[in-house]
């Protein structure tokens, strides 16, 4: 029989909780439903380039960040910029959005990409300045950066990086 120390301390048993062994079983298949356990980690893969369609969704989005000149620019640092990878974690604390779920369809189809080993484009980044107290901003790719998180936050993500 286990024994609970009631709240002052007095060291009175209480009520009968339960074994050892029913414990042992709640605590093996507490959290089974969620994703993270039915997904085991497993690495996403990365195009070399991005496509067309990344680097105009990427100058829509900068549009509106910046003027339509700037956008363009920076746009055009994209396209002859060199791929770098970043770990997953440290690219969302960078950017200081939320991690959306994976219930969230573009993050779930992007999951699925991952479990089937499909390359999806690298993420496009604006460089952040911290003493200026501008973030990172990603231009394009949010939903496979969430998912790439979700499968393994320690991943290297790959990523066009360019500075203003």
Request: glycine share 6%.
């Amino acid at each position: 029989m286990l024994s609970l120390v009631n709240a002052r301390g007095t060291g009175r048993r209480r009520r009968r909780v339960g074994t050892r062994a029913s414990a042992r079983r709640f605590y093996a298949t507490a959290g089974r439903n969620s994703d993270s356990y039915n997904m085991a980690k497993r690495a996403a893969e990365w195009s070399a380039r991005p496509g067309e369609d990344a680097l105009n969704g990427a100058l829509r989005y900068l549009s509106l960040q910046f003027s339509a000149t700037q956008a363009l620019k920076l746009v055009t640092k994209a396209r002859r910029t060199a791929r770098t990878e970043h770990v997953a974690k440290d690219i969302l604390r960078a950017c200081q959005l939320p991690l959306l779920a994976t219930d969230e369809y573009h993050v779930a189809e992007n999951l699925k990409k991952i479990r089937k080993g499909k390359a999806m484009a690298p993420l496009i980044l604006v460089r952040g300045d911290l003493t200026a107290g501008r973030s990172l901003v990603v231009a394009d790719g949010y939903h496979r950066l969430c998912a790439a998180c979700h499968a393994d936050e320690d991943t290297p993500v790959a990523a066009i990086l360019v500075t203003l």
